[in-house]
């Protein structure tokens, strides 16, 4: 590995603090994404009767039939025994952030009242899979999540990596199976748009600001661009041992790992110095440790 040893390399020049494992910035998406989820539900899901998928939908479900209640408060209950599992399978801090999003979110769903006026049933469903969807990923961002389904999820994806909106679509397939004879066809296909559109926002939402490009660079001056990948562009890179196919001659490959905005500085550092380089780019979502994100753990 080629390194610095006078400035950090990894996050370029600029100055930055990891906050994933403080309490107030938790709080902070945990709120925030309770307020947007606990909106999106009141506002539009329940007045045009969809099941937005989950426990909630569940909830919805029972709401619908029975009148019992509130959708909010029967999510409420409904998560008890979720929140055992979560406090022994995943962690108590978990369990704690889990248990203050569906505090939140059932607040919020009871005291914010939004009138949204769609009159498309299908324009209706695009949105509210937008809203809880975006909503339920900022709260995914923290070391918790909003309960029900996402418990499951998140303790899925921490011991079998296994997605979490792969998860939701898997689950509400089953749960909107069993609601045939409860729901109209129409309420069923634009439930299951508004599930679909959000389970991809939530993924979206946990890959923003993560993705990053994995960069592979052959040329004969890998030393000259190496040198100014450290010096220019504060960033750190690994010198890989390869043997040309025809040339039969070994030669430094370097790779390196940047963001968006660094990458068009990476290609203008290679091709100055090289005008035949070979500038392999990739993109990747998932790079933590070093000097990049910190692995997190729930």
């Given at each position: 590995m080629i390194a610095q040893k006078k400035h950090p390399l990894g996050k370029g020049s600029s100055f930055s603090l990891d906050f994933t494992y403080s309490l107030w910035w938790n709080l902070i998406l945990i709120t925030v994404g309770s307020i947007i989820v606990?909106?999106?539900?009141?506002?539009?899901?329940?007045?045009?009767?969809?099941?937005?998928?989950?426990?909630?939908g569940l909830a919805?479900?029972?709401?619908?039939?029975?009148?019992?209640?509130?959708?909010g408060w029967i999510f409420l209950i409904l998560?008890?025994?979720?929140?055992?599992?979560?406090?022994?399978?995943?962690?108590?801090?978990?369990?704690?952030?889990?248990?203050?999003?569906?505090?939140?979110?059932?607040?919020?769903?009871?005291?914010?009242?939004?009138?949204?006026?769609?009159?498309?049933?299908?324009?209706?469903?695009?949105?509210?899979?937008?809203?809880?969807?975006?909503?339920?990923?900022?709260?995914?961002r923290s070391l918790g999540s909003n309960g029900g389904l996402d418990v499951i999820a998140v303790y899925l994806y921490q011991r079998f990596n296994i997605g979490i909106g792969k998860v939701y679509i898997i689950f509400n397939a089953i749960i909107f199976s069993l609601s045939f004879y409860e729901l109209s066809l129409d309420l069923i296909i634009a439930s299951l748009i508004l599930v679909f559109i959000s389970a991809m926002i939530i993924d979206k939402t946990l890959s923003l600001f993560n993705q990053r490009k994995v960069v592979f660079i052959i040329s004969d001056k890998a030393q000259e661009i190496s040198n100014d990948i450290l010096n220019s562009l504060r960033?750190?890179?690994?010198?890989?041992?390869?043997?040309?196919?025809?040339?039969?001659?070994?030669?430094?490959?370097?790779?390196?790992?940047?963001?968006?905005?660094?990458?068009?500085?990476?290609?203008?550092?290679?091709?100055?110095?090289?005008?035949?380089?070979?500038?392999?780019?990739?993109?990747?979502?998932?790079v933590v440790g070093s000097s990049f994100s910190k692995r997190k753990v729930y």
């Open positions: 606990g909106i999106g539900l009141r506002s539009i899901a329940v007045p045009y009767q969809f099941m937005p998928g989950g426990i909630f919805s479900l029972i709401f619908y039939k029975t009148g019992i209640l509130s959708p998560n008890v025994p979720l929140f055992a599992f979560a406090w022994i399978k995943v962690s108590k801090r978990f369990f704690w952030y889990s248990a203050y999003a569906t505090l939140a979110t059932t607040g919020f769903y009871e005291l914010i009242n939004i009138p949204m006026h769609i009159e498309s049933q299908l324009y209706a469903c695009v949105a509210c899979g937008l809203i809880i969807g975006f909503g339920s990923g900022v709260v995914l960033q750190s890179a690994t010198f890989i041992k390869g043997i040309g196919a025809y040339s039969k001659q070994e030669k430094n490959i370097i790779m390196t790992v940047v963001n968006n905005v660094q990458l068009k500085k990476l290609e203008e550092i290679a091709f100055s110095h090289d005008d035949n380089v070979l500038f392999i780019v990739e993109n990747t979502f998932s």
